[in-house]
């Protein structure tokens, strides 16, 4: 391992004790679950980005949606064209 992957893995290991609420006692959960992540990282990485793109246009997305239902309407608030029903 070296220098550099240690002090990213203490870094973010240091980052989960914060977010877990600086519990003491778990320096040895947040040291391994963080070299798991640098880990996980680091090999993303050798395989190149992941593309984050949606596959599916939202405009397609939108075509496939069905219309609101009365139970989705806010009570008091009628939908355009539906005055009178």
């Known amino acids: 391992m070296t220098d550099q ?3 990213r893995i203490r870094e973010r ?4 004790w914060e977010r877990g609420g600086r ?3 778990m ?10 992540e640098i880990e996980t ?3 993303e990485a050798q395989r190149g980005q992941i ?7 939202s405009e397609e997305i939108e075509q496939f949606s069905p ?4 139970s989705m309407e806010k009570p008091g608030i009628q939908r355009k064209g539906t005055r009178g029903q």
């Open 41 to 43: 990282e680091d090999s």
């Open 23 to 25: 519990i003491q006692g």
């Open 67 to 70: 219309p609101p239902t009365k």
């Open 5 to 7: 992957v240690e002090e």
């Open 51 to 57: 593309d984050k793109t949606p596959i599916v246009a």
């Open 13 to 16: 290991a240091h980052q989960l």
């Open 27 to 36: 320096d040895k959960y947040h040291w391994e679950q963080a070299i798991r």
